[in-house]
Nanobody
């Protein structure tokens, strides 16, 4: 059974950093494109960043320049390093796998991703 589990969220002050992890089980991440998404209360879920299997091709949505996506194939895990966090980064963050086409392209579209984790909450507040 394919499963994704996010971790690493929490409460952080503005300007702080967090690293989110997305651990996979039941499949090998390096075969697929993996994306990070976020959803703030009352807003649509939006794509943040994606990374495409072994070539490590990455893409970021606009205004996500303070985030860095990476992967560790040996640990079957994808990370999202978030620096200089702002209150507007507060959201539930999800990782997802694109097993159908395995592409990492802009826009990072929700409908391209078919397996999802449950999310990890990030709150940026003083």
């Amino acid at each position: 059974q394919l499963q994704l589990v996010e971790s690493g969220g929490g409460l952080v002050q503005p300007g702080g950093s967090l690293r989110l992890s997305c651990a996979a089980s039941g499949f090998t991440l390096d075969y697929y494109a993996i994306g990070w998404f976020r959803q703030a209360p009352g807003k649509e879920r939006e794509g943040v960043a994606c990374i495409r299997y072994s070539r490590s091709n990455t893409n970021y949505s606009d205004s996500m320049g303070h985030f860095t996506i990476s992967r560790d194939n040996a640990k079957n895990t994808v990370y999202l390093q978030m620096n200089n966090l702002k209150p507007e980064d507060t959201a539930l963050y999800y990782c997802a796998a694109n097993t159908m086409r395995s592409v990492c392209i802009i826009p990072i579209a929700r409908h391209e991703y078919d397996y999802w984790g449950q999310g990890t909450q990030v709150t940026v507040s003083s």
